[in-house]
């Protein structure tokens, strides 16, 4: 790959990754309620579903996904159900907090049980719910392709590097959401918080599910 055409996949996968979607949403949700650390599980989860995508985009199945108008709509229902299912739950979630003589609601075990892999796990989720995702792939990756040189380093070093910039936008923008931890103490913003969160996940879901494939 030349020069040029490295630096142009630079900048597509800077603007990809820095732009703010579920994704990003998603990290500093959790970032916000449960800290920096434990939020970090989902930038993982994140990059896995990334990888997940770009194998499938490189191996032609993205193409299939690109041909068929149902198996497009199945993949695109089923993502964005599954955002909506996300928004109820953080809508619907019971949270624990303790000030003073003040108690909210809780549920069994409260919020702060959630565990790593389950947070690493719906990151996955979220990564892989948009069939967009697979189609811009599918369409990327081969602009970057030398054809006479071999597929696979070419195919690892473009994903290594899809993987590196989102994995560090998201832990930056989880730092940032961290950093609010403080404020979201209180028990009225911390309610607050989960229902504007649980809403805009509803609305990316609403969105893609209204959307078009193109």
Request: proline share 3%; glycine share 8%.
């Amino acid at each position: 790959m030349s020069l040029e055409s490295w630096l142009l996949y630079l900048s597509f996968v800077f603007i990809a990754t820095a732009t703010p979607g579920p994704a990003v949403f998603f990290i500093m949700t959790k970032s916000g309620i449960h800290g920096w650390k434990k939020a970090s599980f989902s930038a993982l989860g994140n990059i896995c579903g990334l990888f997940f995508l770009a194998t499938i985009a490189v191996t032609g199945l993205g193409a299939v996904l690109k041909a068929s108008e149902l198996l497009f709509s199945l993949v695109k229902y089923t993502g964005a159900a599954y955002l909506i299912y996300l928004g109820l739950v953080q809508l619907f979630q019971k949270q624990q907090h303790k000030i003073g003589p003040i108690h909210c609601l809780e549920n069994k075990g409260g919020i702060s049980d959630i565990s790593s892999l389950k947070i690493m796990l719906q990151a996955f989720g979220v990564a892989i719910s948009n069939p967009k995702a697979i189609v811009f792939l599918t369409a990327l990756f081969p602009q970057f392709i030398v054809t006479d040189q071999a597929l696979i380093p070419q195919f690892i070093r473009l994903v290594i590097t899809l993987m590196t910039f989102s994995f560090s936008f998201l832990m930056l923008y989880a730092f940032l959401a961290h950093k609010a931890k403080a404020w979201l103490a209180k028990p009225c913003r911390m309610k607050w918080f989960s229902r504007a969160s649980g809403s805009a996940f509803i609305g990316f879901g609403v969105f893609m599910a209204a959307s078009s494939r193109n």
